[in-house]
């Protein structure tokens, strides 16, 4: 990486009038993956078993022939995510078999679509990888434990193929354990800038940012359990040096999204403290919508059976994508968690 390049990929699509909608959806992971290494941070055939414990917590990842499911695998679990959301948001069905147009896919998630064919067998690897690589977990999604061995994706089918033999419109059947997070909207908002992060462990590092710190003043972990939390199959030593490359990285770029990594060394060990980064406009959004506690409670009888802090993300994610004036947030969130509840009833 030379000094003066930036280390995100390029932005390889810009919106236009085809695939607007796509653009528009607020793209989203579920918070069970995001805490928890399911998913590879190799960009080889990945063939080795993982088991990760943590707190009660437990889940066991076994490759399928063609190796485990990667970080960039992961990118069509979030578009199918996302596209559930949308549907979800707007009190409209949310089906577990979605079916959607390939390009659109690789459009969204910033893939290149110049290789022709190439682009088309690369996603189908994905999906391979994806139905499986099996998981076995006792980690709860939508207040339901998964205790028995199941994928990410139950199945896929290639409903059409264009004259030369690419894929055009894709069925994808999501998993209970996925599909159960999103009925019960235990997702997080991803910067779209995820999608230009070109190394395994910058997603990664991403997505723990995310989901842990949030809109925290800070978040610290310990380094070797941060190691573990990765997935990460270097030597701790080797691990510390790739985060410190990171950082550097984002110190001269500022391409990391959301969120500031630091290496602290104390007597005890070293950790790593996390904060959001105060020019992020959407955590400055955040930070400023705050409601009362009496707003929180009286959003606990507007929308009984639904967790106020889901409420509140949803809210501020509407707020930001729609580009919303708030002038009185309390009476301006009660009213969202109202229509909330009249669309889709108890969780």
Request: aromatic content about 8%.
């Amino acid at each position: 990486m030379t000094a003066d390049r930036s280390p995100l990929l390029p932005l390889r699509h810009e919106p236009d009038f085809f695939v607007c909608d796509v653009f528009d959806s607020a793209f989203k992971s579920d918070q069970a993956s995001m805490a928890h290494p399911v998913f590879s941070l190799s960009k080889k055939r990945d063939m080795t078993t993982r088991r990760y414990e943590n707190n009660g917590q437990w889940v066991e990842v076994r490759p399928s022939a063609k190796g485990l499911a990667t970080v960039f695998d992961r990118d069509v679990i979030i578009y199918c995510i996302s596209q559930c959301m949308a549907r979800l948001n707007e009190g409209l069905p949310v089906p577990r078999t979605l079916q959607f147009k390939a390009y659109d896919l690789l459009v969204a998630t910033n893939r290149d679509v110049r290789g022709g064919g190439r682009s088309y067998q690369l996603l189908r690897d994905a999906l391979d990888r994806l139905q499986g690589t099996a998981i076995s977990t006792n980690i709860v999604t939508g207040g339901q434990e998964e205790l028995d061995t199941f994928s990410l994706i139950d199945r896929y089918k290639i409903v059409r193929k264009t004259r030369d033999g690419r894929m055009q419109d894709v069925q994808v059947t999501l998993s209970d354990w996925v599909f159960n997070a999103i009925q019960a909207t235990e997702v997080l908002t991803l910067n779209k800038r995820y999608f230009q992060l070109a190394r395994p462990l910058e997603r990664r590092l991403y997505e723990i940012a995310r989901k842990h710190c949030g809109e925290k003043e800070e978040w610290s972990i310990w380094l070797s359990t941060l190691h573990t939390k990765t997935g990460s199959q270097s030597t701790l030593r080797e691990f510390r040096r790739l985060l410190k490359a990171i950082i550097e990285d984002d110190e001269a770029h500022g391409h990391l999204p959301g969120y500031r990594f630091q290496i602290v060394d104390e007597d005890s060990g070293s950790k790593v403290l996390i904060t959001p980064k105060d020019r992020s406009p959407a955590l400055l959004l955040q930070g400023a919508l705050q409601v009362s506690p009496d707003a929180h409670m009286q959003s606990k009888e507007l929308a009984p059976g639904w967790d106020t802090d889901v409420l509140l993300s949803e809210w501020r994610d509407w707020v930001s994508s729609k580009k919303i004036a708030v002038r009185d947030p309390d009476a301006h969130f009660l009213a969202f968690s109202r229509n909330w509840f009249e669309r889709r009833g108890r969780p």
